[in-house]
């Protein structure tokens, strides 16, 4: 039985390393090459791959993390792009919003999205 939500291990499994990523991704911005959606689920798949290590109890370090993980599911709330099985209601993700980056992450990137 798979694991769920996927770990960062599991779901980051074929990601580039954070600094190929980090620049991918702002080059794509730039040109205006990627949508909101994948911008929002690839920073916040960055700033879990940043923070797996960090303090729990660093206020600004989990702050800042949990802000962005809350963009990506407020726009997939609004916009109803939920790609993996369980949507932006599931009462999982309140608990644990790292899980449902690691979901949508892997979802995306089973997908082959990459531009």
Known sequence: MTAF??????AYINAPNLQE???????LRRAGRISDR???????AITDRQTLAADPADGK??????????KLLAYDAANGTTAGP????????????????????????AQDARP
């Open 38 to 44: 994948d911008w929002l689920l690839r920073r916040a």
């Open 86 to 109: 369980r949507d932006t209601n599931d009462p999982a993700w309140a608990a644990d919003p790292r899980g449902y980056v690691r979901q949508e992450y892997a979802a995306w990137a």
């Open 5 to 10: 939500p996927p770990s960062a291990d599991t």
């Open 21 to 27: 990523e980090t620049e991918e991704i702002m080059r």
């Open 61 to 70: 370090v989990q702050t800042s993390v949990q802000s962005t993980f809350a």
